[in-house]
């Protein structure tokens, strides 16, 4: 089956520690992207990236890095000058920019600061 | 920077009843996307209708599009329990120089048995 895959489905980070979530699919897509959820909130953009070795910064990029080195995979690293990282992170890939079938998502990481 | 907003933030009804809910946008868009979340979930692509159509159907779902008031209704007939959710809006323009697909805050369904 394709799909995307995110793991670890919960992650606990403690202060001052970085942390990496990572991102997978199998789509042959293009096209992927990092959202930041927060409760009753719509998505925010942190990162996006439409090709291989080439990223772009979304809305809310501070406090976040990613890499794309593979197709495949597009990890999140949350690093500590991320003050508020409590949130529930998506990501997504698309063909064509999503202009045809919309975004793919995964099922989500849950971060918490503990 | 917020694109889409849905409206109302939260629906409450009954199974077999139909639902509305409504997004509003302020800038042109080349297509507009509906999506749904399950609690706890991601995403799942619904529709996209372009900015040339006004009206698009997928099964119990009927989307409009009115260009002119910037906004857009999704439409789901004959609810089911199933069908409790959050739902998001979603448009693709050009902001700030580049494309982007931007969210609203979403919908919350919900339809009682």
């Known amino acids: 089956d394709g799909g995307i895959t995110q793991s670890p489905k919960y992650l606990f980070r403690k202060e001052g520690q970085n942390v990496t979530l990572s991102c997978e699919q199998n789509?042959?897509?293009?096209?992927m992207y990092w959202y930041r959820q927060d409760p009753g909130q719509g998505l925010r953009l942190i990162y996006y990236s439409q090709i291989v070795n080439d990223f772009q910064k979304g809305d809310i990029a501070e406090g976040y890095s990613v890499s794309r080195e593979k197709k495949e995979s597009f990890p999140l690293t949350v690093t500590s000058a991320q003050k508020n990282p409590t949130a529930f992170y998506l990501c997504?890939?698309?063909?064509?920019?999503?202009?045809?079938?919309?975004?793919?998502f995964g099922s989500g990481t849950r971060l918490t600061v503990v | 920077s917020q694109q889409g907003e849905e409206d109302p933030q939260a629906l409450s009804i009954q199974e077999g009843e139909n639902a509305t809910m409504n997004c509003s946008y302020k800038?042109?868009?080349?297509?507009l996307q509906w999506y749904r979340q399950n609690s706890g979930r991601g995403l799942v692509h619904l529709i996209l209708?372009?900015?040339?159509?006004r009206e698009k159907h997928s099964g119990r779902l009927r989307v409009t599009l009115d260009t002119s008031k910037k906004s857009s209704s999704l439409l789901i007939t004959a609810s089911r329990a199933a069908d409790t959710a959050s739902y998001f809006c979603a448009t693709d323009s050009v902001q700030g120089g580049s494309e982007k697909l931007v969210f609203g805050k979403g919908t919350k369904l919900t339809v009682n048995p």
């Open positions: 789509l042959n897509h293009d096209a």
């Open positions: 209708i372009r900015s040339n159509e």
């Open positions: 800038t042109s868009i080349n297509n």
């Open positions: 997504a890939s698309s063909l064509d920019r999503g202009r045809v079938g919309g975004y793919t």
